[in-house]
């Protein structure tokens, strides 16, 4: 139906931690010395509103870790989660991380 479109998920690595731990902010000091703050807020911001998972058709359940260990966990208690942790737990953790 939408052969064009892209979905972008989440993943375990689009938090500040993972950014220094990883190089990200480090790539970023070196391509934007000037204003990096801004671009690096613009990234961690950006990175945080990315969904966490996704339903396709009403039958595809797309996340970039892994299915929660809570089996019947709702739509609606996904999109209640803390997703602004940077120590995430539970069913937030097994979805970023499980991969």
């Known amino acids: 139906e939408n052969p064009g479109a892209l979905w972008v998920t989440r993943g375990n690595h689009e938090t500040p931690e993972m ?5 990200f902010s480090a790539e970023l000091k070196d ?3 000037n204003g990096v703050d801004r671009v690096n807020k613009a990234f961690c911001g950006w990175f945080s509103a990315l969904p966490i998972a ?3 058709d ?8 892994g299915v929660p ?3 019947d966990a709702t739509v609606a ?9 940077d120590r995430p737990s ?3 953790y097994h979805m970023l991380w499980s991969d």
Request: aromatic share 8%; hydrophobic share 40%; charged share 25%.
């Open 31 to 33: 391509k934007y010395i």
């Open 58 to 65: 009403s039958r595809v359940f797309v996340v970039h870790g």
């Open 90 to 92: 539970g069913m937030l």
């Open 77 to 85: 208690e996904i999109n209640a989660l803390d997703r602004d942790s």
């Open 19 to 23: 950014h220094a731990q990883y190089g």
């Open 69 to 71: 260990k809570k089996r």
């Open 54 to 56: 996704h339903v396709v």
